[in-house]
């Protein structure tokens, strides 16, 4: 999570780099949203796998750590090289399927229901963040994605302070805990998570009326799967939160 990074780099300077290719093949919504689809599903068959293989008996913390560390590499090779994204989106939708997977099924061992929970939550929050932006309920204005980038940004150093205190013992105060400020960090965080889909919506619309390169579909595809991912696993650990204090 601590490299999801997918949706700060989506921005004005991206097609800017890309520049316009009159008379070619450019972005379009519908082939975004296609391409969209793809991915999700790569996603959740590498999911249903390591899904299977962890209820099989299979040791799956290899395989987690695994797609964790590849889906960090790829998302950054793409953040960095969005002309990669056709080719890279694919198998980094994979290697966070298979991650994911792994996760979902030691949630499920230990909380029955709660991935059922999880991923309805993480639909409903996403078609309803589709609602709020198509109504210009919020709009993606610059002091709009200025101060999100910055929340999202201070969420993944904590993140990543509380990676590196974690390898010496150390644990950062509430953030993994039950307590009412730990699950209060974490619904700040999923209300954040969710915020970015605006500048998903907002960076594909804006490709598409700029005539982006076609490969950019796939980068703007990759986004919208990294802030999906992210915003399932807050609400995931949300909800363990929940359960353990009953």
């Known amino acids: ?27 379009t919504i519908g082939g975004t949203v296609n391409k969209s689809f ?17 209820f099989n008996g299979y040791d799956m ?28 989106a694919p198998i980094y939708a994979i290697a966070e399927g298979f991650f994911l997977g792994a996760l979902s099924a030691a949630y499920e061992s230990l909380y029955y229901g709660i991935t059922m929970q999880a991923a309805l939550l993480t639909m409903c929050v996403f078609l309803a963040m589709l609602l709020v932006y198509k ?17 999202t940004a201070g969420i993944a ?15 950062v105060p509430y953030l993994h805990d039950s307590t009412p400020i730990g699950i209060g960090i974490s619904v700040v965080i999923v209300i954040i998570a969710a915020l970015n889909f605006v ?8 490709g598409a009326r700029q005539g982006a390169p076609k490969y950019m579909e796939w980068y703007g595809s990759f986004g919208l799967l990294v802030t999906l991912v ?17």
């Open 230 to 246: 992210w915003l399932y696993v807050e609400i995931i650990r949300l909800l363990s939160k929940l359960a353990s204090r009953d």
């Open 135 to 151: 109504t210009g309920l919020v709009k993606a204005s610059a002091g709009f994605k200025k101060g999100l980038f910055a929340a």
């Open 38 to 54: 793809m991915l999700l599903a790569l996603l959740i068959g590498a999911a249903v796998v390591s899904w299977v293989m962890f």
């Open 199 to 206: 500048l998903d919506f907002n960076f594909i619309e804006e």
């Open 157 to 171: 150093l904590v993140y990543l302070l509380s990676f590196i205190l974690g390898l010496f013992g150390v644990t």
């Open 61 to 88: 913390y290899p395989y987690m750590i695994g797609g964790a560390i590849g889906a960090l590499v790829l998302a950054l090779i793409i953040s960095f090289k969005p002309t990669t994204a056709p080719f890279l």
């Open 1 to 27: 999570m601590i490299g999801r990074s997918g949706n700060p780099t989506l921005n004005e300077k991206t097609f800017e780099k890309t520049g316009h290719y009159n008379g070619q093949e450019t972005m």
